[in-house]
Nanobody
Framework: QVQLMESGGGLVQPGGSLRLSCAAS????????MAWYRQAPGKGRELVAL???????NYADSVKGRFTISRDNAKNTVYLQSNSLKPEDTAAYYC?????????WGRGTQVTVSS
């Protein structure tokens, strides 16, 4: 079965950085869009960053200039470099991918920004 496996979350102080990774495994087919979503307690899931199959990117206004999404197609992996982290960035971060076989979600990795 297809799996998306996130890693890299953790506890970081305000102003710190984290690099999240998401690796796809299994018979996932041809991957097109990949993205990161996040969900804070009591809030809906929001799109943080997206990268298309051709490399075009899109970011939520709240993270522009601080976060960078990238991908390694050979490894079927997407990354989120998160800099200048704020307490408002605290959330569960979910990997998302669209392939020829459908849509896929990871199980999430927790990012907590606190002093």
């Amino acid at each position: 079965q297809v799996q998306l496996m996130e890693s890299g979350g953790g506890l970081v102080q305000p102003g710190g950085s984290l690099r999240l990774s998401c690796a796809a495994s299994g018979s996932i087919g041809s991957i097109n869009h990949m993205a990161w979503y996040r969900q804070a307690p009591g809030k809906g899931r929001e799109l943080v960053a997206l990268i298309t199959g051709s490399g075009a990117t899109n970011y939520a206004d709240s993270v522009k200039g601080r976060f960078t999404i990238s991908r390694d197609n050979a490894k079927n992996t997407v990354y989120l470099q998160s800099n200048s982290l704020k307490p408002e960035d605290t959330a569960a971060y979910y990997c998302y991918a669209v392939s020829s076989l459908g849509v896929h979600w990871g199980r999430g990795t927790q990012v907590t920004v606190s002093s």
